[in-house]
């Protein structure tokens, strides 16, 4: 089957560093996602990798290794406002087509 | 703002009874995604439409259908609604199949009673 896993919740103190873990087991793998999503909006876009390494985009990073199943991300010099879920995504390419298969989220909670 | 669209914002329904929601996407976007999010939990997949057919389809009974429009426009019905079907309903539309990004709307919150 498809599994991906990361911790339910955690807790930084703004302006600090952050990384969230993601690890899958899936077949098909054809590139992972990182997305936020804020309480009742929907998920908004922060980061795919296709090949292993580090991708930065400003304050946000993310990380791949495929022979571990392993991605992360980090965010840096953490704002109020990244108070939010973080989403893990696998697309894989199965039974002909490309689907997303979602981790069930990072609830992210930013203390003063 | 993606540029995707949903509609309605909220809906409930009573157990038995069927539902259409509808997403209009990103013009020149000719695939769209719909996917199923339970309170804390990550989308399901439902199904997922390219250029008007079905191209793929998550764990989810007959009675959950779709239909994609040549005008970027799609909608999810769902038939004989069950109480478990209360969730917000994600549409997420992208320029092709199997293209990095997918943009999502802001989702219908369907409640069954």
């Known amino acids: 089957g498809q599994n991906i896993d990361q911790p339910t919740e955690m807790t930084a103190t703004e302006g600090a560093i952050v990384q969230i873990n993601c690890t899958y087991q899936t077949s098909g793998f054809n590139g992972l996602f990182w997305y936020q999503q804020h309480a009742g909006e929907a998920p908004t876009f922060l980061s795919y990798?296709?090949l292993d390494g580090l991708e930065e985009k400003g304050r946000f990073s993310s990380f791949l290794s495929r022979s571990k199943g392993y991605s992360y991300l980090l965010l840096k010099e953490l704002q109020m406002k990244d108070s939010a879920s973080y989403l893990c995504?696998?697309?894989?390419?199965?039974?002909?087509?490309?689907?997303?298969?979602w981790g069930a989220g990072t609830k992210l909670i930013i203390k003063p | 703002e993606t540029g995707v669209t949903q509609s309605p914002t909220h809906l409930i329904k009573t157990r038995g009874q069927q539902v259409t929601l509808r997403c209009s996407s990103q013009?020149?976007?000719?695939?769209v995604s719909w996917y199923q999010q339970a309170l804390g939990q990550g989308p399901q997949f439902i199904f997922q439409?390219?250029?008007?057919?079905?191209?793929g389809r998550g764990n989810f009974p007959p009675r959950f259908s779709g239909l994609q429009f040549p005008n970027y426009s799609s909608e999810l019905n769902v038939n004989a609604l069950e109480l478990d079907d209360s969730a917000l309903y994600l549409c997420?539309?992208?320029?092709?199949?199997?293209?990095?990004?997918?943009?999502f709307g802001p989702g219908t919150r369907l409640t069954v009673l």
């Open positions: 995504a696998v697309r894989v390419f199965m039974d002909s087509n490309y689907q997303l298969i």
């Open positions: 439409y390219y250029r008007e057919e079905e191209n």
């Open positions: 990798n296709v």
């Open positions: 997420a539309s992208s320029l092709e199949l199997g293209t990095d990004t997918q943009y």
């Open positions: 013009s020149g976007h000719n695939t």
